[in-house]
Structure formats: structure tokens, C-alpha cells
Nanobody, 127 residues
């Protein structure tokens, strides 16, 4: 059974940094698309970053140059490095994984691309 467990969220001031982790079990992280999503209160969940089995990445426009998605195959863990954080980055961040072969990162910033989700980790950025 696939399990995803996020960690690393917290409260930081604007301009600060965090690294989110998504530990997986029952899943081979390098074989499929994985992504990070976020949902702020009163807003829809949005795709933030994705990485596919070829290592290609895709980012939502507002986080390009500030967030970096990466994989540690040995640890079976997905990461999201967040730098230059802004108050508008405040949200619950979710890790997502799919088991659909051949999906490219450019198609993995939508929630319908995924069939497994973690419980989320809160990121709060104060001004």
C-alpha cells in the first residue's frame, strides 16, 4: 500500500526558507510523476511543482526560481526546497504520487494526475 508522509513545514518570516519532505513507502519514487500541491484557506488546491520519471520538472509560475523539487531515490523521499518565501505562500502543502506510466512533468501540475496523497504539512509565512 502506498503511503506518503509530509514533514518540514513551519512558521517563518518573509524571505525565509524551508525544506519539505515527503517520505514514501510501498512506492518507487523514480518510476512515476510526483508533485507538491498547496491549498490556502478559501482557495482551491493548486499544483506547485512536479517531477517525472525522467527527472524533468515543472513549476507553477509564481514559485519559479524560488522553489525546487527533487528526489532522493536511496531514501525514497521527495523534497521541496522553498526559499524567498512570501506571505502568499502560506498554505497547507501536500505531496502527491501517481502510478500511471509515461506521464510527463508538464502534465503533472493538476490534481487529476495523481491517485495518492499525503496528509499535508502547514507552511505559514509572516510579513
Amino acid at each position: 500500500q502506498v503511503q506518503l508522509v509530509e514533514s518540514g513545514g513551519g512558521s517563518v518570516q518573509a524571505g525565509g526558507s524551508l525544506r519539505l519532505s515527503c517520505a514514501t513507502s510501498g512506492y518507487t519514487i523514480s518510476s512515476y510523476c510526483m508533485g507538491w500541491f498547496r491549498q490556502a484557506p478559501g482557495k482551491e488546491r493548486e499544483g506547485v511543482a512536479a517531477i517525472d520519471s525522467d527527472g524533468s520538472t515543472n513549476y507553477e509560475d509564481s514559485v519559479k526560481g524560488r522553489f525546487t523539487i527533487s528526489l532522493d531515490n536511496a531514501m525514497n523521499t521527495l523534497y521541496l526546497q522553498l526559499v524567498s518565501l512570501k506571505p502568499e505562500d502560506t498554505a497547507m502543502y501536500y505531496c502527491a504520487a501517481n502510478t500511471f506510466m509515461g506521464v510527463a512533468a508538464k502534465d503533472c501540475l493538476v490534481s487529476t494526475a495523481y491517485n495518492y496523497w499525503g496528509q499535508g504539512t502547514q507552511v505559514t509565512v509572516s510579513s
